[in-house]
C-alpha cells in the first residue's frame, strides 16, 4: 500500500528505471531549482512540479522521501481505518508540530481539540514522569490517591464555576465514547429503576451529533457514514432534528429515559444549540422523569471562554449528567461522566465498571490539567483570541462571500461554513505550513490550542489567506491597516488590543 500523496504526483515517476536524473535526491532537495531549470531537460510538468515543491515551506513528502520509506514499511501491518495525510510528525512545543524530516507545522486542530494546553507541555510531562515512577496502575480493586481527588475538584469546580447545578458524583473512565457509553447506561437504569418492566428504555439523539464509536455511542450518533457499516444498531434509540423546539413534545415521552445532545455540535459542523431548544428538552424530561445528558467531550473545559459550554445558558436548562474527555488529558487517555443524585442514588455496586479508568496516572494528570483549564484568567483570553479569530475571518468571508457564506461558534470552537469541498483548501494549507481541519458538509474547523498566541493566530490566518488565494484565486490580503470592531488590522492580521 503506497502513501497517498497529492492528486498531481504518481508514486510511479520516482521509482521507474528512466529517472536517474529524479532519483538523485530530487535535485539535491530542490537547492538551486530555478536555475538548475533552465538547463535541464526535464518534462516541462516535472519542472513545474519541482519549481511548486521548492516553493512551499511543507510541501506533502514526494516518494523518495525518508517519510513514504517509514510509511510504506509500516501500512501493510496496520488495519485500514483512517487515511492520512502524508507527515510523519514526531515532535510538538506548544502549538507546532514537527515532522520526521523537521519541518514545522502550526497546529490549529489541537489533536480534535485535545491538546488545550498545547503540545509536550513542561508541566504536564514533568508529573507524567513523577507519578510514572511512583503508582501507574492498580484497578478499581483498591483506592488510590488520585480517582477521588479528581472526582472532587470537577465537582467543586464546576459547582463554582456555575455549570451543572445540581453536579455530585463522577465516575472516570478512559476516553469520550466511554463516559457517554456510561451516560447512556446511567441513563437506562434511571428508566429501569422507574418501570420495571423495561418499556421506559428509548434513548433520544440528533441529527448531526457524534457521540462515538463504541456501539451504544454509535447507536446516538445518526450518521449513515458510521452506522450503515456495523448495522443494525442498537435499539431503543430515536432521532430528532438539532434545534428543533416543536418536536420536542412528542419525540420525548412516557417511554424516554434519557435524551443526549452537543450543546455545540463539533463534528456536525459547529452548530450552536438555541436557548429555547436546551429549555424544551429540560422541560420535557422534567415532565416524563428522562435523563437529561449534555455532551461536552468536545464543546467543555473552557473551549467556549467558560469552563462548561452550557454555562452560557440559563441554570433551569442545566443537565442531570454531564460527559467530559479530550482536553481533560491534553492527550493522555481519560474521560468522566458527572451525575446528579437524581441519577447517582440509582446506581449500585456493580452496575458499571472499567479496568484501567480511574488509573492514578491519568487522573493526576486530569487533577493538574483540569486545575488550570478551570482558571477564569484562561478563559477570559479564550474570549479574547475568538474576538481576533472571527475579525480575520470575517475579512477573509469578505474577500470569498460566495464561498464562506457563515462562521459560527463560540470562543475557540469555530466553524466556517463553505459552499465547495474544502478539502483542496486543507491541502495548501498544510503545504504552506498549517493543520486545520474539517467537520460537518463543507465546514473548517479551527479548535487551535487554546494557549495560542495572537500572533501565532495572526500567522495561522496569514497562512490560511494564501491558501485561498491560491485554491480560490487571488485578491487582498487580510490586513492593509484597516480598522475591524477597533482594533487595526496589520499585515498579517489585527495587532493591539
Known sequence: MALRISSRRLWGTTRRKDAPSLVADRWKRYASAASAQAGSNLSEGMKQEISREASLPTADPPGDSQTAALVNGQLPYMVPTYVRPPPIFVKGEGCYLWDVENRRYLDFTAGIAVNALGHSDPEIAKLMYQQANTLIHTSNLYHNPWTGSLSKLLVSR?????????????????????????????????????????????????????????????????????????????????????????????????????????PIQGEGGVNVASASFLAALRKRCNDVGAVLIYDEIQCGLSRTGTLWAHQAYPTSSHPDILTTAKALGNGFPIGATLVNEYVAEKIKTGDHGTTFGGNPLACRLGHHIFSRLSEESLQRDVLEKEKLFRALLTRLQSRYPEIMTEIRGRGLLLGAQLSVDPTPLVTAARERGLLIITCGTNTLRFVPPLVATSEEIEEGMSILAKAMAVVWGDGESVGHGQEVEGQRVGQTGLEGK
Open 158 to 262: 464546576t459547582l463554582s464555576a456555575g455549570g451543572m447545578s445540581t453536579a455530585s458524583k463522577v465516575f472516570i473512565s478512559n476516553s469520550g465514547s466511554e463516559a457517554n457509553e456510561a451516560a447512556l447506561k446511567f441513563a437506562r437504569k434511571v428508566g429501569k429503576v422507574l418501570d420495571p418492566s423495561g418499556a421506559k428504555h428509548e434513548i433520544l439523539s440528533f441529527h448531526n451529533s457524534f457521540h462515538g464509536r463504541t456501539f451504544g455511542s454509535l447507536s446516538a450518533t445518526p450518521n449513515p457514514k458510521y452506522q450503515q457499516p456495523f448495522a443494525p444498531m442498537l435499539p431503543g434509540f430515536r432521532y430528532g432534528t438539532y434545534n428543533d423546539v416543536d418536536a420536542v413534545e412528542t419525540l420525548i415521552t412516557d417511554m424516554t429515559c434519557g435524551v443526549i445532545v452537543e
